[in-house]
């Protein structure tokens, strides 16, 4: 099922039957059309679905779905055509979607050698760079034609659960893992920049700041959200509590530099805002949307 | 409408491990947590049933049992003997008491259960005073409920582990003193059946339901023999925490003395001899001296807390405490408690006896053939008349004896905990020692 929660106050709702959301992206050029990447059984064993959606007055109709022989469990829109998606499968592939082909994907690129968890298209102009992060512990960066990879990058010991580019500092990204570390890497160099024990358990999710190139967020199984600067990594800049389940993901606003918001286990969705006179994160959860569990 | 294509169940079960280890295991954590990761129940019988919300047995001593007003504890008061044990099992275990998130202590006949004294123990033991304490008393099963209340301070989480204890001087304070009770007492029949002495509920029960002198003789042989050899056998040296005290001797003169054997035990018992001994409570009664429980002192703790807790801690699992029942009985005929809190306690355990620990004496014989328990699966190595019975320390001494017991044998069994109580009530518990 996907929800589209528009203005806080309606909420639109497209029901997938027998397929359960992972991710959901909107499009950087459609403003009302989603992407989603759904699976079978929770994602435990089955096929998979890739979505997409738009948004109309009343609700959300469906524009194009595609089946894969495994779950998706991530999507990613192009940054340089309207048309064209990533996805990654249960079955370690990527696959490059068209909205205007109908069928088969344009694309499928199987090198990871266990489940494709995170991808992610670049966001930064004059580079079209895909990264991809894997349960096999490794995180490749592919060009749009997806073969092969253009490097792979070790370093995770544990499995990577997202892998984010960073939205100023082209061929940088950030990835969080299974082993409790946050790691930023330059593409460039092929290498491992900051490697950092943000918790003390696994980290399901990571995301940038938009409007400060030295800021990080990590979402953990522990519960908390800790933002990090990236200047000064031995303690977070603040650690924000309430949620009672595992992060599942975190996002920071792109339209408004003082708001984070997480969803979780919990069956909730939170929204962090950052008070003005401070310059840390308010430790509070200004809004919480509970979504019923069905 | 797909269907589920060909499909490895490694990789299937690999997924299901990694999502699954992102909710937590049941345990104690900064949030209260209604939904938790289990294992799975449907296992293989050995391990089934194992789970991170038991409550379990960590571990357990006791004091030996004194005979009161002529034995070596005569003279000591019962803090000393409380803290003798509260000691000796967390330093057995290598826990510091600031792990402790309660203390409770089964008493009867001290002031207000004795509650100053067990926190002045507390102090003697060298707990902090950052560790709560307070006392119980249900009577005889005292101890026993110690164990239960801790047990739920564990199941509410308000505590991860805790002490349960139980502590009696008879030689210092008797029964005497009943308290402040209306007069309204004498016209309630079953007020007044209260206060009838234990022997004549005794004499009652033997009478109601037909246990003769010889039946009650036979058991009391057979808790002096099973005491005996497993006295002799040094089967106790392992639970017992041996206490220097002192000793006041017939001319006045004060001495120190170290008690680590059970006092109370007559190797030399015999049929003949018991059949000599007069009625004690009613003339033409069939309760003697030998076939009672006796008046003793002692004291014994043990550690409990949620597996989950005590597996963190690197702690073992002695036993792990399966079912609990109390119930009341007619006050006059208190002594058929455990008739009724045995059944009730295995009903809620879902088992058929195996091996009981029964306090109390005599006629208890009859009652574990209604019950359909073999006898030699009762007080194997002695009960309450041949060891004695420190009231309020007595449950939780039973608990320690038994799951000590079970440890020896080495297979996975399980274990009950009996008593009746004064005023009208039994208890029971079923304990699982896991096997070796």
Redesign the interface.
């Known amino acids: 099922m996907v929800s589209l929660y528009v203005t806080m106050m309606t909420v639109k709702v497209f029901r997938s ?2 397929r359960h959301g992972y991710a959901v992206e909107v499009s950087p050029y459609i403003p009302s059309r989603v992407a989603c990447a759904a699976s ?8 998979g679905t890739l979505l997409v959606l738009d948004q109309t007055e009343t609700g959300l109709t469906l524009v194009r779905s595609w ?1 894969w ?1 495994d779950g998706l469990f991530d999507v990613a829109w192009s940054e340089a055509n309207e048309h064209i998606l990533v996805a990654g499968g ?1 079955d370690g592939s990527l696959q490059l979607w068209d909205t205007a082909n109908h069928s088969a994907p344009l694309r499928v690129a199987k090198e990871h050698t266990q ?1 494709v968890y995170t991808v992610d298209w670049s966001q930064t102009r004059g580079e079209s760079l895909i990264v991809s992060g894997s ?1 096999d512990q490794t995180v490749k960066v592919w060009d749009p034609a997806l073969s092969p990879s253009l490097t792979t990058l070790r370093g995770h010991e544990g ?1 990577i659960y997202s892998t984010i580019w960073s939205p100023h500092i082209p061929g940088c990204f950030a990835s969080a893992s ?1 082993d409790g570390t946050l790691r930023i890497w330059d593409v460039k160099g092929a290498a491992c920049r900051l490697a950092i024990p943000a918790h003390k358990a ?1 980290i ?1 999710s990571c995301d940038w700041c938009k409007y400060d190139q030295n800021v990080v967020a990590t979402g953990s ?1 522990d ?1 908390t959200v800790c933002v990090w600067d990236l200047r000064n990594i031995r303690q977070p800049v603040n650690q924000l509590l309430g949620h ?3 992060i599942r993901r975190l996002k920071f606003s792109p339209f408004d530099k003082t708001v984070l918001a997480s969803c979780s ?1 919990d069956f909730t969705v939170s929204y962090c805002q950052r008070e003005w006179m401070v310059s840390s994160w308010q430790k509070q959860r200004v809004r919480t949307l509970r979504e019923n569990l069905r | ?2 269907e ?2 060909g ?1 490895h169940s490694s ?2 079960m690999h ?2 491990k ?2 699954s ?4 295991p049941g345990g104690s954590s ?2 209260r ?1 209604d ?1 938790r990761r289990s294992d799975c129940g449907s296992a293989t019988a050995a391990s089934s049933r194992s789970s991170p919300e038991d409550v379990v047995v960590v571990h357990g001593r006791r004091t030996a049992i004194g005979k009161a007003k002529r034995g070596g504890f005569k003279d000591t008061t019962p803090d000393e003997l409380l803290s003798a044990v509260m000691s000796a099992v967390l330093k057995d275990v290598g826990l510091s008491p600031e792990r402790l998130g309660d203390v409770c202590v089964g008493n009867v006949l001290q002031p207000g259960a004795g509650a100053l004294m067990a926190r002045v123990a507390h102090f003697l033991s060298g707990f902090p005073e950052s560790v709560p304490v307070y006392t119980v008393n249900r009577q005889c099963s005292s101890g026993l409920q110690a164990l239960f209340n801790v047990a739920g301070a564990i199941r509410s989480r308000a505590i991860d582990l805790g002490l349960a204890c139980g502590v009696e001087s008879m030689s210092l304070r008797g029964i005497g003193n009943p308290g402040d009770l209306s007069s309204r007492l004498m016209d309630n029949d079953k007020a007044r059946d209260c206060i009838i002495p234990m022997g004549i509920t005794s004499e009652n029960v033997a009478e109601r339901f037909g246990v003769s002198r010889e039946t009650q003789d036979a058991f009391a042989l057979r808790s002096q023999q099973n005491a005996a050899r497993a006295q002799r056998a040094g089967l106790f040296d392992h639970e017992i925490v041996p206490v220097t005290t002192k000793f006041v001797d017939d001319e006045g003169k004060e001495r120190q003395v170290t008690v680590s054997r059970d006092e109370g035990v007559r190797p030399g018992t015999t049929l003949e001899g018991l059949a000599k001994l007069r009625p004690a409570f009613k003339p033409d009664g069939s309760t003697t001296a030998g076939n009672s429980s006796q008046v003793s002192d002692g004291a014994a703790a043990v550690l409990i807390g949620r597996r989950s807790a005590v597996e963190a801690l690197g702690l073992p699992v002695l036993g792990v405490l399966r079912a609990s029942a109390v119930v009341g009985v007619p006050p006059d005929v208190m002594g058929i408690g455990p008739a009724y809190a045995i059944p009730a306690a295995l009903q809620q355990a879902g088992r058929k006896c195996l091996y009981a620990d029964v306090s109390s004496s005599d006629f208890r014989l009859r009652f574990m053939k209604d019950l359909g328990i073999p006898p030699e699966k009762v007080n194997p190595n002695g009960g309450a008349i041949a060891l004695g019975h420190p009231l309020g320390c007595t449950g939780a001494r039973q608990v320690v004896t038994l799951l000590n017991e079970l440890k020896r044998r080495g297979r996975r069994a399980y274990g009950v905990v009996s008593m009746c109580i004064g005023t009208g009530m039994g208890a029971a518990a079923v304990f699982e020692y896991p096997g070796a």
Not at chain 1, 40 to 47: F, L, N
């Open positions: 039957p027998a079978q059984y929770y994602g435990i064993a089955g096929c089946e022989s249960g489940e349960w499995v299974g696994e399901l199984v519960c009672t389940y595992a286990y | 409408m797909s589920l294509t499909f990789a299937v997924r299901l990694i999502i280890g992102h909710l937590p900064n949030f947590r939904l």
